[in-house]
């Protein structure tokens, strides 16, 4: 179950993440604007990848269902958090110098708050599962990962608009836009908290009766 979890959430389209580099030139005023953004993007990227690899880490068929919920629990806090905080470096970017910017990041910040309270609500789910009975928390684990597919294929248009022509291609000029690799174990990625801002997923395999 752990790995359906694990396997939704690498698939997710999260911001720049996507981003492919060209060859055209952006102009200044472009570059400075994703400058201001990339410049605040990465630490929460960062975040996201981490909260990714403690949810790897709890794939094992052994692997005790409190310790998944728990581990899951702080994992899409810390999307979550990492999700808001996005948006909010989006927004105060202010909207990016090229045509219908204005309407491009209003709808960006809105698909960025709402993944971030999709996460949110995951968690309030995950914190619910019963961790007493291996098969219920199974089931449990099974629909929160058919949410979390939802979430990752659906409502990311506005970010794609974001990520395309002239700004696509200075922000994937930009180091903090492109895509982190997890620089702390799964173990010692943070523990989601009130003041953070990030926040993603997993889900276990504590019995067979789990696995699929």
Same mark, same amino acid.
């Given at each position: 179950?752990?790995?359906?979890?694990?396997?939704?959430?690498?698939?997710?389209?999260?911001?720049?993440?996507?981003?492919?580099?060209?060859?055209?030139?952006?102009?200044?005023?472009?570059?400075?604007?994703?400058?201001?953004?990339?410049?605040?993007?990465?630490?929460?990227?960062?975040?996201?990848?981490?909260?990714?690899?403690?949810?790897?880490?709890?794939?094992?068929?052994?692997?005790?269902?409190?310790?998944? &919920? /728990?581990?899951?629990?702080?994992?899409?806090?810390?999307? $979550?958090? !990492?999700?808001?905080?996005?948006?909010? @470096?989006? %927004?105060?970017?202010?909207?990016?110098?090229?045509?219908?910017?204005?309407?491009?990041?209003?709808?960006?910040?809105?698909?960025?708050?709402?993944?971030?309270?999709?996460?949110?609500?995951?968690?309030?789910?995950?914190?619910?599962?019963?961790?007493?009975?291996?098969?219920?928390?199974?089931?449990?684990?099974?629909?929160?990962?058919?949410?979390?597919?939802?979430?990752?294929?659906?409502?990311?248009?506005?970010?794609?608009?974001?990520?395309?022509?002239?700004?696509?291609?200075?922000?994937?000029? &930009? /180091?903090?836009?492109?895509?982190?690799?997890?620089?702390? $174990?799964? !173990?010692?990625?943070?523990?989601?908290? @009130?003041? %953070?801002?990030?926040?993603?997923?997993?889900?276990?395999?504590?019995?067979?009766?789990?696995?699929?």
């Amino acid at each position: 179950m752990n790995k359906k979890l694990a396997a939704a959430l690498s698939g997710g389209a999260v911001l720049v993440l996507t981003l492919s580099g060209c060859s055209d030139d952006s102009d200044d005023k472009v570059n400075d604007w994703a400058k201001k953004v990339c410049d605040q993007v990465q630490p929460q990227l960062q975040k996201i990848a981490n909260a990714n690899a403690a949810i790897q880490e709890q794939t094992a068929d052994n692997s005790k269902p409190a310790d998944v &919920q /728990k581990t899951d629990s702080a994992a899409f806090q810390q999307i $979550s958090q !990492a999700y808001k905080a996005l948006g909010a @470096a989006v %927004d105060s970017a202010g909207p990016p110098p090229v045509d219908d910017g204005e309407t491009t990041q209003k709808e960006a910040v809105k698909e960025l708050n709402a993944s971030s309270t999709a996460y949110a609500n995951l968690r309030t789910k995950v914190d619910a599962l019963d961790t007493g009975d291996q098969a219920k928390f199974a089931d449990g684990l099974k629909g929160i990962a058919d949410e979390l597919n939802k979430i990752s294929t659906n409502g990311d248009q506005a970010l794609k608009k974001l990520q395309s022509g002239k700004v696509g291609t200075a922000m994937s000029k &930009q /180091k903090g836009c492109q895509k982190p690799t997890a620089s702390t $174990s799964p !173990a010692a990625a943070p523990p989601a908290t @009130a003041s %953070d801002d990030a926040s993603k997923s997993a889900s276990p395999t504590p019995s067979k009766a789990e696995k699929e």
